[in-house]
């Protein structure tokens, strides 16, 4: 019988869904688990109310990991408007992230590259700390 955690997945988050945010990831149900602090190449965007990532290059983003269920990555797949064919706000990607002192597969919801632009660069690569 497979272990009851095998459907379970880790999910990076970098921006309103950090804790204290107004879309605090705690909220969903069943709650996510808190793994780490953690950080990930990119460039993260300001997109006024809320950032977007983009992946790869030689800049961090700093955010937090959480394990969560099928059913929370499906709402977050809503609210990140992630579109089956590609064409959403957000494209969800698994990446290697940094995360208490190993790297560990997570899902990112990076911006669609259609939607960067000719945004403001957050160089500190922290949205709470922009905040």
């Known amino acids: 019988m497979p272990h009851a955690d095998a459907t379970l997945r880790h ?11 107004r879309n605090d990831i705690a909220r969903y149900r069943p709650a996510p688990v808190f793994v780490g602090m953690a950080v990930v190449s990119g460039t993260l965007l300001d997109l006024e109310t809320y950032p977007g990532v983009v992946l790869g290059g030689c800049g961090r983003v700093h955010g937090e990991v959480y394990r969560i269920t099928p059913s929370v990555e499906a709402e977050l797949d809503v609210l990140e408007e992630v579109a089956p ?3 959403g706000e957000y494209l969800r990607k698994q990446v290697q992230v940094h995360v208490a002192g190993a790297d560990l597969a997570c899902l990112v919801y990076e911006l669609h590259p259609s939607r960067a632009a000719g945004r403001e660069v957050i160089a500190s690569g922290d949205w709470l700390a922009k905040r």
């Open 11 to 21: 999910v990076f988050v970098y921006g309103t869904l950090r804790r204290g945010g």
């Open 85 to 87: 064919d590609g064409s």
